[in-house]
């Protein structure tokens, strides 16, 4: 049997919840990503020094999995087909977080 390596396709570190008042809610707490998947499972590691929430909807905007209040964890989706899928991490206005999150297929 032959095992193909895991595709990576995203490994960011970052901070949200920044306060910044140009922006609508004046604060930075939502922080988006768009991945090119392809069949079979989505990973998604998150570790953060505060809890956050975790979002992933496909390209007709469903949302496939969510999971709030992290800190450290790993959610899995399943992806049908081949297509951009968004990625969202949040936290409330007023909180701040730094957190690192990884994508990849497996």
Request: charged share 30%; proline share 4%; glycine share 8%.
């Amino acid at each position: 049997m032959i095992r193909l390596g895991k595709k990576e396709l995203l490994d960011e570190s970052f901070t949200l919840g920044e306060f910044d008042p140009s922006v609508d809610g004046a604060y930075r707490n939502v922080k988006t990503f768009l991945l090119s998947v392809r069949p079979g499972k989505l990973f998604v590691s998150v570790a953060s020094d505060k809890p956050v929430d975790i979002a992933i909807s496909n390209s007709d905007g469903i949302c496939i999995k969510f999971k709030d209040s992290i800190l450290c964890d790993t959610l899995t989706a399943e992806t049908p087909k081949k297509e951009a899928v968004t990625l969202f991490a949040g936290v409330y206005r007023g909180d701040k977080a730094e957190l690192r999150i990884k994508a990849w297929m497996g």
